[in-house]
């Protein structure tokens, strides 16, 4: 195990950073470039430079120096980063997530944090809590079930468009500005975790204008899918995901498959995947499909014998 | 000899012209068709929540719908491919009617998916970004390719009848410009014929397999996916030889309503219903056979998730339906039209109608039930998540499809003859050679 790693996850977070400062690096030499071009003729003219100067990296390679004044911000340019970066992912990486399912007590928080994040509808759910019997004999048990983010994903196959694609650093994310709202993939899923737009999204009126972050989905589109992202947006912050961090009870582990090592969104204790699977016999949800998840669950030891009535038709919210 | 032509062609001309019941018709259909765009337009504006389908079960009408337009379009590959190159005489007269049917249902096919897509304005992007292990993409090319080659199909044997009522028909002018332009200069030379025979026959080959790979592929939709009730290895000739039966039942009607509304009755004759009962009663058979396949098989071995849908056709909710469609979609054709009385123009039309709504719901229940039994629980959703109702709008919009469909056929069959004027000659001509 990589002892760095573990003890100081600032230097985790050090790498993610250089990197954005390199994304943000390159799309600001490209509007530079354009800005310079431009800035030039126009301080021919008027030889005053108003702010700072900046050194930037134009597009043919060559450094210039250009007023800070004269740069600007093209939304354009922001939002083709966004889809770049969202579809390259974090190299390196390979996101898993551990559901203890001795830990859930239907808190429902981390439906709670996931729905406010993404601006979902109270129905839609990227992650839902599922009240579970697997025989007449066995108790009941509670478990939350997110998108399994599988490494053989059948919805990633049928898509016709390409809108939804696997990341290799794990997640697999859905475009919503490519989506042609067949819903092959909802057909295609075994874990029901896709979730579709039927209407327009909660959030409509207050997200016009927004910038569409394809790792957050947001916002939201009428007559597209929409899924669980194992919160892309928050691993590219070194954060850990809305629905792991909102848990009150400890029942999510998530992590990194080359680093070995998975953390505990509530006590943020760190601890090795694979010892953790292993000691705790750690199971996937229908591995047999060969969807390859990368949601692994512990099995729910300690369970609550008694559920509330009423369950099938109970609507949240 | 002459006299025999010249009422063949009167006989099947007759036919070409706007009458005031036919624009009253088309005038319904139309006025009925705007009503139902209208729900459309609903749709668009509001999203397609304006239908019952949900995230659980997210294809219903629609995609039955569209499986079952597929489905019916197969006939003509059927009648007009298999028996024509097999050289059976008998099916001459019903070749054009078979093709129209099969254009007007593939032509409209493609619409009725569109009208399930979530955004439709983003068509293109099938195109521009398709990616070619979806089998959507399979069968948008398919789908395309068989409308070209039906409209084809349709289209070449139509040519000497063009030429033909260049002189036939008096009035009105444009319908005589519209024939002289589409008769591309046909003046029924040997070296003519020849050309159009072998092209026909190329396309009449190259139909088979396309034919096949339309129903086939939109049969993997559904059994590229891993659930319960799809997850099959048969669906594709399942889908096949479902499709026959489905088309023979749109062919009967459209030859009864021929026959008696245009006068037809010496051309499309009581043995020709006679022959197509013998023909239902054979496809119904194959599809018998593989509806046998189909849920014996699971049945037998009863595993747990297949047990669950199984027992929701046969007991469960769709209990109901499921019997329906397999009664009067197979049953009950196969049985009856054992009868040679019932194989007459009449009962003929009646199975036909019965037969025609069954192979619907036989559509709807293969896409609809296996959606309402996932494998992971329904919960914490609203009520209306768990089972599919379809809604006013949907059904207006399905709706809409088949009034299209019907515009299509009455619209071809009313501008050019129904029953190929030229073949018919040709056929009266061997007769007085023998």
Known sequence: MEEKDDKNPDNKKQSRRKFIQNVGLIAGGAVAGGAAIYAGLDLEKRKLPFGERLKLLAADGKLVEVDTAYIEQSPKLVEAVLQLEGREGLPGHKWVMIIDLSKCRNARKCIDACQAAHHLRPEQYHINTLQMKDSPLTASYHMPKPCQHCDNPPCVSVCPVDATFKRPDGPVLIDNERCIGCRFCIAACPYSARVFNWFDPKDAEQDKGVLYNVELNVPQKKGTITKCLFSSDRLREGKLPYCVSACPNGVYWFGDEMEDAVTNGTTKETTSLSELLKINAGYQLMPELGTKPRVYYLPPKNRIFQFEEGLKDEHKG | ?434
Request: aromatic share 14%; with cysteine.
């Open chain 2, 1 to 434: 000899m002459e006299d025999n032509f010249h009422k063949i062609e009167s006989d099947l001309f007759r036919t070409v012209r706007l009458n005031r019941a036919h624009i009253l018709w088309m005038g319904l259909l139309s006025v009925a068709l705007a009503v139902c765009l209208y729900a459309y337009s609903l749709q668009l504006r509001t999203g397609l929540g304006v239908a019952g389908i949900r995230d659980y079960v997210s294809w219903g009408m629609y995609i039955s719908n569209f499986v079952f337009f597929v489905a019916s379009s197969l006939i003509g590959m059927l009648l007009s491919a298999v028996l024509g190159l097999l050289g059976i005489k008998w099916i001459r007269p019903l070749t054009r009617i078979a093709e129209i049917i099969a254009l007007a249902f593939a032509a409209v096919a493609g619409l009725v998916i569109i009208s399930d897509m979530g955004r439709p304005e983003r068509l293109a992007y099938v195109f521009i970004y398709g990616r070619f292990q979806s089998p959507i993409l399979w069968d948008v090319t398919v789908v395309t390719v068989y409308v070209l080659i039906s409209a084809l199909l349709l289209y070449l044997p139509l040519i000497p009848d063009l030429a033909m009522g260049t002189r036939v028909i008096e009035k009105p002018k444009w319908l005589r410009k519209v024939y002289s332009i589409l008769s591309v200069n046909w003046k029924g030379t040997p070296e003519q014929f020849r050309i159009m025979h072998s092209s026909i026959r190329v396309l009449l080959v190259l139909i088979i397999p396309v034919a096949m790979a339309i129903h086939t592929v939109t049969s993997w939709l559904f059994a590229v996916t891993p659930r319960p009730g799809w997850n099959s290895t048969i669906f594709g000739p399942y889908f096949v030889s479902g499709a026959f039966v489905a088309g023979i039942a749109s062919v009967v009607i459209a030859m009864y309503f021929f026959r008696k509304n245009y006068r037809l009755e010496k051309y499309i004759t009581p043995d020709h219903f006679d022959k197509m009962g013998k023909l239902l009663v054979l496809v119904s058979l194959v599809y018998l056979y593989f509806n046998i396949n189909e849920f014996i098989v699971p049945g037998y071995k009863l595993e747990r998730s297949e047990s669950i849908h199984l027992s929701e056709l046969f007991t469960g909710r769709f209990a109901g339906l499921f019997w329906f469609a397999q009664f009067f979609g197979l049953i009950i054709p196969i049985v009856l039209l054992l009868f040679k009385k019932m194989r007459r123009p009449l009962p003929m039309l009646t199975i036909a109608i019965l037969l025609f709504f069954a192979s619907w719901i036989k559509r709807f229940i293969i896409v609809v039930p296996t959606q309402e039994n996932p494998f992971l629980p329904m919960q914490h959703v609203p009520s209306n998540f768990l089972v599919y109702k379809p809604t006013l709008i949907e059904t207006a919009i399905t709706l809409a499809s088949f009034i299209l469909v019907l515009l299509i056929i009455t619209g071809l069959s009313k501008l050019f003859p129904v029953i190929p004027v030229w073949e018919m000659k040709e056929e009266a001509e061997e007769n007085q050679l023998k």
